[in-house]
């Protein structure tokens, strides 16, 4: 049985359409990511299979029970870690973790034996009688993730959950993730992080502007790009005056341009590049930098969409 079932998926505010007919599995015990910009409908998504939004149209389930038909019993195997913080800043550590396991249903001895389980698995035992409200952006969203594994969900949600953390945190957090992994939970991680999802992943799904649009194992995703290379190109002004002459280089397939950094994707660097390079000249734009990357999700995210994965 897959943990994660989603079969066209759609979700519309009006004439706006958030998510567009997503469909993708996740097994039992992967770690699948859901990759894409801000604004791809990550977080559409994920409010829909945890039940906070409707479903315009499509279902999904979880642990085999449908969000639509069956909410309360697939909420029971899930637990959500949302990207805004869900905790009472003027309780400790501990008293939050507390108050969120009575919310799922704990109790007593069993209630305090898990939130010293949790406290542990969080690294922040030492921590637990301060307040939430002296805690770092990284601390914070650590005890977000504890109140998720209160309940021993066999399925968990991550939205976005290292976004504007230090590099100690985020690396604890992903430790987290591959650690809850290994004891067999099953986890969607949504991120914008590329290196995230290729660090983390048994598949991966790109998402952009409300679709689906590739799905597999890393190795996979960059396999669509063959024998492609990704340059990354600084310029000393803004890049949009020079793609049209850029675009026209022979052996340039995709290219993009944002705030002076313009991303090309192309067959051979060796030959591209003083064409590149001369085209420039011509337009008396000068490149400051060059950064040639060897095939990768943001490659993919290129030649899928003709733009930059950008953060």
Do not use: C
Request: glycine share 8%; proline share 4%.
């Amino acid at each position: 049985m897959n943990a994660i079932e989603v079969e066209k998926l759609k979700k519309s505010f009006g004439d706006f359409q958030a998510v567009q007919n997503a469909s993708f599995n996740a097994d039992s015990g992967e770690i699948l990511s859901l990759l894409g910009p801000n604004g791809a409908g990550k977080s559409t998504t994920i409010s829909m299979l945890s039940g906070l939004l409707a479903p315009t149209n499509g279902d999904a389930s979880i642990m085999g029970h449908s969000v639509t038909k069956e909410p309360k019993a697939a909420k029971k195997s899930l637990g959500v870690v949302p990207q805004d913080i869900a905790l009472y800043p003027d309780l400790s550590a501990r008293e939050n973790l507390i108050f969120w396991g009575k919310m799922y249903g704990l109790r007593g001895a069993a209630l305090k034996t898990r939130v010293d389980e949790v406290l542990d698995i969080i690294g922040l035992a030492d921590r637990q009688k301060d307040y939430i409200g002296k805690f770092s952006g990284g601390m914070k969203r650590r005890v977000n993730i504890g109140a998720a594994l209160l309940h021993k969900p066999a399925v968990i949600i991550m939205d976005e959950p290292t976004v504007g953390i230090d590099p100690q945190s985020r690396r604890h957090i992903l430790d987290n993730v591959k650690e809850l992994n290994r004891q067999g939970m099953t986890v969607l991680y949504t991120t914008h992080y590329m290196e995230e999802a290729a660090e983390l992943s048994d598949h991966i799904a790109i998402m952009d502007k409300g679709k689906i649009i590739a799905y597999g194992t890393h190795d996979e995703l960059i396999k669509m790009v063959g024998e492609q290379t990704r340059i990354d190109i600084t310029l000393n002004t803004e890049g949009e005056n020079i793609l049209p002459f850029w675009s026209k280089v022979e052996g340039v397939s995709k290219i993009d341009s944002l705030d002076g950094k313009v991303t090309a994707l192309v067959d051979d660097s060796n030959r591209v590049l003083p064409r590149l390079f001369d085209a420039a000249s011509k337009a008396n734009v000068r490149i400051t930098s060059v950064d040639i990357q060897e095939p990768n999700l943001e490659t993919v995210f290129l030649h899928l969409t003709g733009r930059a994965l950008r953060d």
